[in-house]
């Protein structure tokens, strides 16, 4: 029995070993004639073939790469732009609530204001409506006062002259108070 790593002192005992590279045939080349070309009429180049066949082509990472690159840069747009959408609409909402509570309040403002300014008017206006009444009232009794003066100093003065015992003076005071007071009167009937 022997040793691995140590050579059999019998060659016959040596298993067979298999070569290193696997042997194959030679590639068969076409002997092609001088007049017919190597590849198709249609103008394409021959298929680049080696010696077991055609050569697969290399897999070119780069645009995949590139193609990876610019779809997590776009995922990644799309995530924050999601996100700030998100956080402006709940602003805007938050913001459309704020302004339509002062809307609001402004609108019950508005007519608190204008419940009082119709208010106001119409106290107003009544009191325009009072004053105007009261100097006509005024103009009437003042009318009446100035025709009712010259009745009243009359009667002053035939109390005067009964007073000094002067029947004269009595009587032309009298004749005349009666005249002023007749006068005052047809000025307040009038009126």
């Known amino acids: 029995m022997a040793h691995p790593g140590y050579q059999p002192e019998d060659p016959q005992q040596v298993p067979p070993q298999s070569p290193a590279y696997p042997v194959y045939p030679p590639p068969v080349v076409p002997s092609w004639p001088a007049s017919t070309p190597p ?28 193609l990876v690159v610019v779809a997590v840069a776009l995922f990644l747009l799309a995530g924050t732009m999601t996100g700030l959408y998100v956080a402006k609409s709940s602003q805007l909402g938050d913001t459309r609530e704020t302004l339509g509570t002062q809307v609001s309040d402004r609108d019950d403002t508005i007519k608190a204001d204008q419940e009082k300014i119709t208010k106001l008017e119409a106290d107003a206006k009544a009191a325009n409506d009072e004053l105007t009444k009261n100097k006509e009232t005024l103009t009437d009794v003042t009318k009446e006062r100035d025709a009712l003066l010259p009745c009243m100093r009359r009667f002053i003065e035939a109390l005067d002259a009964a007073g000094a015992d002067n029947d004269a003076a009595l009587s032309t005071a009298l004749r005349q108070a009666t005249t002023a007071c007749e006068k005052a009167q047809t000025a307040v009937d009038e009126s």
């Not at 680049?48 to 082509?57: E, K, L």
Request: no cysteine; charged share 5%; aromatic share 8%.
């Open 39 to 66: 590849y198709a009429v249609s103008g394409a180049p021959p298929a680049a073939a080696g010696p077991y066949g055609p050569v697969p082509a290399q897999p070119n990472r780069a645009p995949m790469l590139v």
